[in-house]
């Protein structure tokens, strides 16, 4: 967003020195911007290439979630359970 504010500064720049002051900023950024998007790839590549690395990100970030009160308790009354358990017991449970 910052480059494209600045491109459009340097098109309305009055003088050239002005304007090229504005572009040796736009080129600071995009090179920042490159070097950011090649740490993306280069961490893609790794987790695509490292399936002990994938599997410990999986673990970590995708972990299953235990169950809410409100479904423990449906499970201990047959399923028959109304709509005020579900509001009273909706949040997460404490194991």
Not at 13 to 34: C, G, M, P, S
Not at 39 to 45: L, N, R, Y
Request: hydrophobic share 35%; proline share 6%; charged share 30%.
């Amino acid at each position: 967003m910052k480059i494209k504010v600045l491109r459009s500064q340097a098109r309305q720049a009055v003088t050239l020195a002005e304007q090229h002051e504005i572009q040796q900023k736009i080129r600071t950024l995009e090179r920042r911007q490159r070097r950011q998007r090649q740490e993306i790839f280069k961490t893609e590549d790794e987790i695509l290439w490292n399936p002990a690395k994938r599997s410990n990100l999986v673990r970590t970030y995708i972990a299953p979630k235990p169950p809410c009160r409100c479904a423990s308790l449906a499970r201990l009354a047959g399923g028959r359970v109304e709509q005020h358990f579900d509001d009273v017991w909706s949040e997460p449970a404490p194991w």
